[in-house]
């Protein structure tokens, strides 16, 4: 199953893509990825704006999970071409938004998310982040607040921090401007 977003349009008011007040099960398998990406990526799902190979990908932005969700899973999922492409200009929180809540990741590739920000954004979160590849990502992983989250066995590519907590890159150490 692919699931494609329109591209985030700024200032619209509407910063959540996909908000989650109850619950996601996305169970896909590993030869049937579930994918959620930009209308424009012509990988998966095809042509599906019928315009040709596009060069120009445009992103969507996250998906919210809200307090009052229930526990959700991604398996063998593929996530691709959210979050935004500036830093500093708007808050940023992220492909997918985890707030006070609990989110099981187990064989997840998030891939080309937000380039210039975080890709997996937990606050207060009691999430599970398992098997898991996090590829050109500017902050793959950030924790803000309580942190009572488990991370098993993820690999990260082409990442210029993989997890960072209360503003610090703890893993690599690195000097962030
Ligand atoms: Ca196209």
Same mark, same amino acid.
């Given at each position: 199953?692919?699931?494609?977003?329109?591209?985030?349009?700024?200032?619209?008011?509407?910063?959540?893509?996909?908000?989650?007040?109850?619950?996601?099960?996305?169970?896909?398998?590993?030869?049937?990825?579930?994918?959620?990406?930009?209308?424009?990526?012509?990988?998966?799902?095809?042509?599906?704006?019928?315009?040709?190979?596009?060069?120009?990908?445009?992103?969507?932005?996250?998906?919210?999970?809200?307090? /009052?969700?229930? @526990? !959700? &899973?991604?398996? #063998?999922? $593929?996530?691709?071409?959210?979050?935004?492409?500036?830093?500093?200009?708007?808050?940023?929180?992220?492909?997918?938004?985890?707030?006070?809540?609990?989110?099981?990741?187990?064989?997840?590739?998030?891939?080309?998310?937000?380039?210039?920000?975080?890709?997996?954004?937990? /606050?207060?979160? @009691? !999430? &599970?982040?398992? #098997?898991? $590849?996090?590829?050109?990502?500017?902050?793959?992983?950030?924790?803000?607040?309580?942190?009572?989250?488990?991370?098993?066995?993820?690999?990260?590519?082409?990442?210029?921090?993989?997890?960072?907590?209360?503003?610090?890159?703890?893993?690599?150490?690195?000097?962030?401007?």
């Amino acid at each position: 199953m692919v699931v494609k977003f329109e591209p985030y349009k700024p200032w619209s008011g509407n910063d959540d893509n996909l908000i989650v007040k109850g619950k996601i099960e996305a169970i896909g398998s590993p030869t049937e990825k579930i994918v959620f990406t930009s209308i424009d990526d012509d990988e998966y799902g095809g042509d599906t704006k019928n315009d040709g190979i596009t060069t120009s990908i445009s992103y969507w932005n996250r998906i919210h999970f809200t307090p /009052e969700a229930a @526990t !959700s &899973t991604f398996q #063998n999922v $593929i996530i691709s071409y959210g979050g935004l492409t500036g830093l500093g200009w708007y808050p940023y929180l992220g492909v997918v938004y985890v707030e006070k809540n609990s989110v099981i990741f187990e064989d997840v590739y998030f891939k080309n998310n937000g380039p210039s920000a975080y890709t997996l954004y937990l /606050e207060n979160s @009691t !999430s &599970t982040v398992r #098997n898991s $590849i996090f590829e050109n990502s500017w902050i793959a992983i950030n924790i803000v607040g309580q942190d009572q989250n488990v991370f098993e066995n993820n690999a990260f590519q082409n990442c210029n921090c993989y997890v960072m907590k209360d503003n610090q890159c703890i893993s690599p150490i690195s000097s962030l401007p």
